[in-house]
């Protein structure tokens, strides 16, 4: 293949394409320290780049797969010896940004955290947020439609992309940067590469939506006797704030225990003697007033029963910390490996549902570790689960134990974090024959030879 790595090499800069220990010294993911087989990988700076790679690779059948920040969990960016691995790290720029139009028009490789703090000194904020902020590039956020914390208020990562440009299979460049909310011209196209993780085109450039920075931020960390007293709050809090509610993260006692041991060394806010735990925050344009109606609203929970505890930050540093113990996923794997989920499903069947998949463990596994928190706002729930063995055979048993209870609910297997190879026999519990089909219709018509990220979604 040196002649196919020597033309690459033509349409690149010297620091464009990597070969030997230059690509096996890199991990494939930031947590799994497995280093990248590929037969080299590619790092172009510009769309043209980009275009004239994949206009090769198309000639020649050549498979290629795109890596951005290497933090998705469904194995995504998968890739082996014979594979060209596209990473976009070098299309890093901020290239605009409209404070009248609250817009900012980015290259893919632009970590979230870049985008979150250069929207900030523009008295601006990008909604998007999660825990891999630091390190997932917003082409991942958007090629995966990635989650995160304040989709009840802001929506998914869809919601909040107004254009993007996009390379597809045999070089072809899609340009529809639009800057507007109301565009009602024909077929809306970057829908196409929102959330089919590279397997229908490469996104390049994204035009991302902005909101006014809030003026007021309130966080509390409240305790519940069950999960009904959860929901019921969920609608008090959510109606009192006015629209102002922007995450509800529900943490279930085995979380919010292990996070708040040694060695974890968080504080608890409250004690650890509840099965259920909700962070809650708001944000609001106001600042007067804001803290203190925020107060009366969760002293009054409290008053009528809604909440059986609940400590409100007082200061930044407090709001720091209970996001903190949200954000330590770290410590899943304490006992070993953990197997991770992330799926959806109705909140009214939540409760039953995490009850009926830690039966299923306590049958086979009296032993194991489950733990257990989520978005429930948005219908999304997060485990951990350590059986004691990682192997292929226990993994398949543990997904069963949690993918098929979605299905009499209509849940799906993935709330947020796609596909990938890891979750690809199970989209028939969440699609149905004929979506799939037109899934695998909308592949070959984009990318007949099939070069593109193959296998994830649905086997090659």
Not at 104 to 112: D, E, F, R, S, Y
Request: glycine share 10%.
């Amino acid at each position: 293949m040196s002649d196919l790595i020597d033309a690459l090499r033509d349409i690149l800069d010297d620091r464009g394409v990597l070969t030997g220990d230059d690509v096996s010294t890199r991990m494939i993911h930031v947590w799994y320290q497995r280093p990248i087989e590929a037969l080299c990988i590619v790092r172009p700076r510009t769309t043209e780049e980009v275009a004239a790679v994949l206009k090769l690779c198309h000639a020649r059948g050549q498979t290629v797969v795109p890596h951005g920040g290497l933090t998705g969990l469904v194995q995504g960016c998968n890739c082996g010896p014979g594979d060209v691995v596209l990473s976009l790290e070098r299309m890093n720029t901020v290239e605009d940004i409209d404070p009248v139009g609250r817009t900012m028009t980015v290259q893919a490789g632009v970590p979230l955290q870049v985008l979150q703090e250069t929207a900030d000194e523009h008295g601006l904020m990008f909604p998007l947020d999660l825990g891999a902020r630091g390190s997932c590039h917003i082409g991942g956020n958007v090629s995966t439609n990635a989650g995160g914390n304040r989709v009840i208020r802001f929506g998914m990562t869809r919601d909040n992309v107004l254009g993007l440009e996009a390379v597809l299979a045999d070089g072809t460049v899609v340009t529809s940067l639009n800057t507007m909310i109301k565009n009602n011209a024909g077929y809306d196209l970057k829908h196409l590469f929102i959330g089919t993780e590279g397997t229908l085109g490469i996104v390049t450039r994204v035009v991302i939506r902005l909101r006014e920075a809030p003026r007021a931020l309130s966080t509390a960390f409240a305790a519940f006797d069950d999960f009904k007293q959860v929901t019921a709050f969920l609608r008090y809090i959510d109606r009192e704030l006015g629209g102002a509610l922007c995450a509800f993260e529900v943490l279930w006692r085995d979380f919010y225990e292990l996070v708040t041991t040694a060695p974890a060394d968080n504080v608890r806010p409250v004690p650890c003697e509840f099965p259920n735990y909700v962070l809650i925050e708001a944000l609001g344009t106001g600042a007067d007033g804001a803290g203190e109606h925020f107060e009366a609203i969760m002293g009054e929970a409290l008053e009528q029963g809604l909440i059986a505890d609940a400590a409100v930050a007082r200061s930044e540093s407090d709001r720091k910390a209970m996001w903190r113990i949200r954000d330590s996923v770290e410590h899943f794997f304490r006992y070993g490996p953990a197997f991770l989920y992330d799926v959806s499903l109705g909140i009214r069947f939540m409760d039953d549902y995490v009850g009926e998949v830690k039966r299923r463990l306590d049958e086979r596994w009296p032993e194991h570790h489950c733990f257990t928190l989520g978005h429930i706002a948005d219908g999304n729930i997060h485990f951990a689960i350590n059986v004691g063995d990682d192997g292929a055979d226990a993994h398949a048993l543990v997904n069963a134990c949690v993918y098929e209870p979605l299905q009499p609910v209509g849940g799906s297997v993935s709330a947020e974090h796609g596909i990938g190879t890891e979750k690809r026999a199970y989209l028939p519990l969440s699609r149905g024959a004929n979506e799939i089909d037109l899934m695998r219709r909308v592949k070959a018509a984009l990318d007949p030879k099939g070069i593109l990220n193959p296998g994830k979604v649905f086997p090659a």
